[in-house]
């Protein structure tokens, strides 16, 4: 395990570990990968006896850069307005990990990762992952630094979904779980969305049949028109009338052509452009197909509640009320398959006028909900 700087309240620790060298790693469609590496940051410090663990799971353009100063942006870590000393996840308090996920561009496992048997990148050549893979690969990064157990699980979108799995495959390692804006399975609506994504790439000439490294080019082109439309589904119609409405972009009437006349296509064409220069367009593939095949009660005979039988997790369950890419309907399907579970479940749905992307914005009173379920979590749990 190779790291840099410290785990002291407040400061960043980057690193990169490798895992599974002595046995292959098994996905769930029965390929292997011989060693796995990830790429992941703390938060915080850890305490004697290793019971204040949080482990943030990140959405899918995310990484593992939570807080702090993103260090291929340099803008602020995906959700610095909540991790920190002091703030909704006190670092002060709890020691908190986020990792890369499996597949992803930021440092581990994926198609950038080197075939030895060619020397080069794997592209296309990497197997397909799951939701469970990734969770499973943080479970093996757990263990090897010597953490049993999580005292809470957060994460929104891609990042709820690994939550959900979290607390069905490993139930005793989860103390507390927060699944935001999710679901337990991929809708019909949402792998629509996802396939326009990938077949923008693939249709871009530069992609080239997922061989496009070393090449000079890239499906940025792709990659920025798949960016564009999923950006769309993060936002809300209100919230874009209310941002943008009809107003035009640095000009006065019309041009009767095809340029961003108005100021909603400057603001999505800037969301593609500055997306391909953090983001692998093969890794975008990979990832939204895991969120696709995601679908906790088709693991355990169909029924979601059989998921989390006997959980003894605290859960607490959030949506909002302008998001229509993951509406709170499917959390009310978690919610009641936790009730016949008989879980310990609390769920609420915000007000908030700012789509998909509310949880990563600041809403006041989401991050009083959170605050005040991690205070009375962490006073049960002793922390």
């Given at each position: 395990m190779t790291t840099q700087g410290d785990t002291k309240n407040g400061s960043q620790s980057a690193?990169?570990?490798?895992?599974?060298?002595?046995?292959?790693?098994?996905?769930?469609?029965g390929a292997a990968l011989d060693e796995v590496e990830i790429a992941w940051q703390d938060y915080g410090t850890l305490n004697a006896d290793k019971s204040n663990v949080v482990l943030l799971c990140h959405a899918l353009t995310m990484d593992q850069y939570a807080a702090g100063t993103h260090p291929v942006t340099g803008k602020a870590g995906w959700w610095a307005?909540?991790?920190?000393?002091?703030?909704?996840i006190d670092t002060d308090r709890f020691y908190v990990l986020c990792l890369n996920v499996l597949g992803s561009?930021?440092?581990?496992?994926?198609?950038?990762t080197i075939d030895p048997k060619t020397n080069k990148p794997m592209g296309i050549n990497f197997p397909v992952i799951t939701i469970g893979d990734m969770v499973r690969v943080q479970a093996a990064f757990l263990d090897q630094i010597g953490i049993d157990q999580l005292f809470c699980v957060v994460g929104g979108s891609m990042g709820g979904m690994q939550v959900l799995d979290w607390t069905a495959r490993f139930p005793e390692r989860v103390y507390s779980a927060?699944?935001?804006?999710?679901?337990?399975?991929?809708?019909?609506?949402?792998?629509?969305f996802d396939e326009v994504g990938?077949?923008?790439?693939?249709?871009d000439p530069n992609w080239q049949g997922g061989a496009y490294y070393g090449t000079g080019k890239r499906p940025d082109a792709g990659l920025s028109v798949a960016r564009m439309a999923a950006h769309i589904t993060y936002l809300s119609e209100a919230g874009l009338h209310d941002k943008f409405g009809r107003e035009l972009q640095d000009r006065e009437a019309v041009t009767y052509g095809f340029d961003a006349d108005f100021q909603v296509e400057s603001y999505l064409r800037y969301q593609g452009n500055t997306f391909v220069d953090r983001f692998?367009?093969?890794?975008?593939?990979?990832?939204?197909?895991?969120?696709?095949y995601f679908d906790i009660a088709a693991d355990h005979d169909g029924v979601l509640a059989n998921a989390w039988r006997h959980t003894q997790t605290r859960f607490c369950v959030v949506s909002f009320t302008s998001d229509w890419l993951f509406p709170t309907s499917q959390s009310r399907d978690i919610v009641r398959a936790l009730n016949a579970a008989a879980a310990d479940v609390s769920f609420v749905e915000i007000e908030s006028d700012k789509g998909h992307d509310s949880f990563l914005l600041?809403?006041?009173?989401f991050f009083d909900i959170l605050r005040g379920f991690l205070d009375a979590s962490a006073q049960r749990r002793g922390i």
């Open positions: 690193a990169q570990v490798s895992l599974l060298r002595d046995v292959p790693f098994r996905l769930e469609n307005n909540m991790v920190g000393p002091g703030k909704v561009c930021l440092g581990s496992t994926g198609p950038l927060i699944p935001i804006a999710t679901a337990a399975r991929h809708s019909a609506q949402n792998i629509a990938r077949q923008a790439i693939m249709a692998d367009a093969n890794s975008y593939l990979y990832i939204t197909r895991a969120m696709d600041d809403v006041p009173e």
